[in-house]
């Protein structure tokens, strides 16, 4: 008897808040988010996972180009790992080896036990932070599945698993989208659209990232209209944050960019990069672990004049045409084999759909208020200080330290296309 096709459908939502609030009375992130602390269990993971985030970013800028690009590689590689579990032969390789592991010295069981500790450190409740991430299988009531592959998705992953009628599509995208909508806090929705009556599977994982600066910029201090150079001869206007503060920077002249590193509450860091006139693609095509490290050793803190946009900015990717070129291949057509979900039936990946959305910017009139009380450095008191303006197309990196992962990455290529 012939085997039934059924299609899985791989879905990512997230959403990412930078905001800039008032300092609590929380301490500061200090000794215990350095990079002494990281994880030893995660540093395997971390570097797989930033070369992947790197080839995935210059894909998506070869499909995307001129446009923002925004996306969370975490989030892409705990959903393609948890996804391999289910795998078996030359589609199970080609998963693991897509996202970086090299399988002759990082046995399989080591690289799902490092994203379960990844998981699980990422997911830690903070008071200074909100970050959740997560997954979730929605299964067709009819599919008879192993029972390994549910135990080891709930074991290593934390998934959730809900059957679902997807004979009703309308039904089904329904409650799929709803079910992302409340994990992202309402800022994720229509992930899905058009679900085909043969899905047997939808794989979803989810980020929520809101998150406060060290060194909040003041409301008042924000001009409406700023202009910000898009291409070459095209302007649009912006409203620009501006504050004058002590930050870690630094001046890369191989690639002829500036970085800067503002920090989190609750040990995350966000880079933002800023290449010469004319040196984005050189700056794209040299983005590497190794770069990254070089950054992070040669910072140093300073006193910096930034000007950096309020922006909101959001991406949607169809990852079945993409990540077919960075060689995982057969989990999206014939030669799939994810046996090791359901031995009755065939299963492929039809759909992956990714949808991020970034903003930043202030809180509003808390922000307002609570920041009255902090002193503004007027021009004729401030210290010696270089000024950066970001006022063209820039890199902007999300790492989450003691972990050592990237959350997301992206390029503001136009700031008022949200």
Known sequence: MASSFYRVLFVVGLWASTRCAPPSNAPSRGSSHSSSTKSTCTSPLSSSNTYFAFRLYRRLVLETPSQNVFFSPVSVSASLAMLSLGAHSATKTQILQGLGFNLTHVPESAIH???QHLLHLLNVPSKDLG???GSVLFIKKEL???????????RLYSSEVFSTDFSNTSGAQE????????????KVVDIIQGLDPLTAMV????????????????AAETSKSFPFLVGKRTTVHVPMMHQTEQFAFAVDPELNCSVLQMDYRGGIVAFFVLPGKGKMRQLEQALSARMLRKWRHSLQKRWIEVFIPKFSISASYDLETILPKL??????????????????????VSKATHKAVLDVGEEGTEAVAATATKLIVRSKDSPPHATVYFNKPFLMLIINEAT?????????ENPTKS
């Open 113 to 115: 036990q490092g994203f």
């Open 131 to 133: 970050l959740k991430l």
């Open 144 to 154: 008879q599945l192993q029972a390994d592959f549910l135990d080891n998705a709930k």
């Open 175 to 186: 409650r799929i989208n709803s079910y992302v909508k409340k994990e992202t806090n309402g």
């Open 203 to 218: 794989l979803v994982n989810h980020i929520f990232f809101k998150a406060r600066w060290e060194q909040p910029f003041n």
């Open 327 to 348: 060689g995982i291949r057969n989990a999206f057509d014939q030669n799939a084999d994810f046996s090791g979900i359901t031995k009755r039936d065939f299963l492929q």
């Open 404 to 412: 050592d992962s990237m959350l997301f990455l992206g390029k503001v």
